[in-house]
T-cell receptor, first 110, second 116 residues
Framework: RKEVEQDPGPFNVPEGATVAFNCTYS??????FFWYRQDCRKEPKLLMS???SGNEDGRFTAQLNRASQYISLLIRDSKLSDSATYLC???????????FGTGTRLKVLA | GAGVSQSPSNKVTEKGKDVELRCDPI?????LYWYRQRLGQGLEFLIY????????KSGLPSDRFSAERTGESVSTLTIQRTQQEDSAVYLC??????????????FGPGTRLTVL
């Protein structure tokens, strides 16, 4: 089992739709969680950190479920510019390693 | 403030040549990472530096790969006798660390290496 698993997609959604991605992790000692977006042929860029209480940034909402060991990302009112690959990243407590998921590809269609 | 910078942005080389890639982390970030990303693939961890501690080189794929960092500043990744399978984007990232807490990583734009 991979340490961090994501549905590779692609998720094809119309503009204005709401879309949700899940990411599961296997190490219960995971401490810090992040969502990054990566555009084609570009570097990953931090979208948001994921806090235990959940957090929201505009149209984006991230949730953490420690009991079930997954994090989620919800995108409301999808824009064409949201088309990208979304990477789930996990850091294990007491280590410096960041474990990257392979990413979920989103295509927002006009 | 300035982000992570990398140079060159693109490098085309012939098989068997050596290449050197450079990374300038964000000022004040003690942790620095190198990753490799092949076309259509995920990020592959190569090496980690933290302050003046010994680096974690466990991700380097062969002894042709080496990296250095002086203190908490610039890092260079060197690939000797390049092979075609080394063709990839090499990404550098830096982050703050405080005790056992690891903060967000910030990535440079990468160096796209093509070995002919």
């Amino acid at each position: 089992r991979k340490e961090v698993e994501q549905d590779p997609g692609p998720f094809n959604v119309p503009e204005g739709a709401t879309v949700a991605f899940n990411c599961t992790y296997s190490n219960s000692a995971s401490q810090s969680f992040f969502w990054y977006r990566q555009d084609c042929r570009k570097e990953p860029k931090l979208l948001m950190s994921v806090y235990s209480s959940g957090n929201e940034d505009g149209r984006f909402t991230a949730q953490l479920n420690r009991a079930s060991q997954y994090i989620s990302l919800l995108i409301r009112d999808s824009k064409l510019s949201d088309s990208a690959t979304y990477l789930c990243v996990v850091n294990i407590a007491g280590t410096y390693k960041y474990i990257f998921g392979t990413g979920t590809r989103l295509k927002v269609l006009a | 403030g300035a982000g992570v910078s990398q140079s060159p942005s693109n490098k085309v080389t012939e098989k068997g040549k050596d290449v050197e890639l450079r990374c300038d982390p964000i000022s004040g970030h003690t942790a620095l990472y190198w990753y490799r990303q092949r076309l259509g693939q995920g990020l592959e961890f190569l090496i980690y530096f933290q302050g003046n501690s010994a680096p974690d080189k466990s991700g380097l794929p062969s002894d042709r790969f080496s990296a250095e960092r002086t203190g908490e500043s610039v890092s260079t990744l060197t690939i000797q006798r390049t092979q075609q399978e080394d063709s990839a984007v090499y990404l550098c990232a830096s982050s703050r660390q405080s005790g056992t807490i690891n903060y967000e990583q910030f990535f440079g734009p990468g160096t796209r290496l093509t070995v002919l």
